[in-house]
């Protein structure tokens, strides 16, 4: 029988783990070896600008900008405005004393200084001041001429107007002779009733423009139309 004997062991410190099993990962940071790091030659070192906020849009305008822009647009439209008013202007018609061709409550379209200098040809319809109203009348004689209305009809110089678009009426105007810086106007309705302003002996001044066009807005007959020019000489 062998007695085995039994001797200490004393622990022994282990080493370190080595070899390739306990390399260190590659995703730990290694150690800095060195203690200032040198600016990269071809790196800006400028910061870049900051982003603008997602809320923000660079494109619009601020209020300051609106606002001058609102203000350029109210002065653009009161130029127009006003160049408008210069040259072109509405009336609307009250009575039927150029009925058929205008009836009550029309609304025309007027051509402020149509003419110039230049005497309104006969035959148009034209805007003018009298006494203390204005009146929408065709003009009938010009300057010089004698004038008189038998029965409706226009007789200037003694021969009568051809007027074919007009009804016949009976309205009698004894005859006279303008003076040189006259116009006779005459309306188209010549049914001679109370209470309606049938002509008008007017100087050339006192022609405000021409009418050019017309908006009937009331009865069945709604429309809009141009006056034709009248060529038409006694």
């Known amino acids: 029988m062998i007695r085995a004997h039994h001797t200490p ?17 590659r995703h730990l940071p290694r150690p800095h070896t060195h203690t200032h790091t040198q600016p ?26 609106r606002t001058r822009a609102w203000l350029v647009l109210g002065l653009l439209a009161l130029t127009l405005v006003a160049w408008a008013k210069s040259y072109v202007g509405w009336v609307v018609v009250d009575g039927n004393s150029m009925a058929p061709t205008f009836l009550s409550g029309d609304l025309l379209l007027v051509r402020k200084q149509a003419y110039g200098d230049a005497l309104p040809p006969r035959g148009d319809i034209v805007v003018a001041r009298f006494r203390s109203e204005y009146v929408v009348k065709r003009v009938v004689a010009l300057p010089g001429e004698s004038v008189e209305v038998v029965a409706g009809a226009v007789l200037v110089n003694g021969n009568r107007l051809p007027e074919p678009a007009l009804p016949p009426g009976n309205l009698d105007i004894a005859p006279g002779e303008l003076f040189p810086d006259r116009l006779a106007l005459l309306g188209d309705n010549r049914v001679e009733t109370d209470h309606m302003l049938f002509y008008a002996v007017v100087p050339r001044e006192a022609v405000v423009g021409k009418v050019v066009a017309a908006i009937r807005l009331t009865g069945d007959d709604r429309r809009a139309w141009t006056p034709p020019d009248s060529t038409a000489q006694p």
Not at 9 to 25: D, M, Q, Y
Not at 40 to 65: A, C, M
């Open 40 to 65: 990269h030659p071809h790196r800006s070192q400028t910061p870049p600008p900051p982003h603008p906020h997602p809320t923000q849009n660079p494109l619009r305008p601020t209020p300051t900008q």
């Open 9 to 25: 062991i004393t622990p022994l410190s282990h080493p370190a783990p080595s070899g390739p099993w306990f390399a260190r990962p």
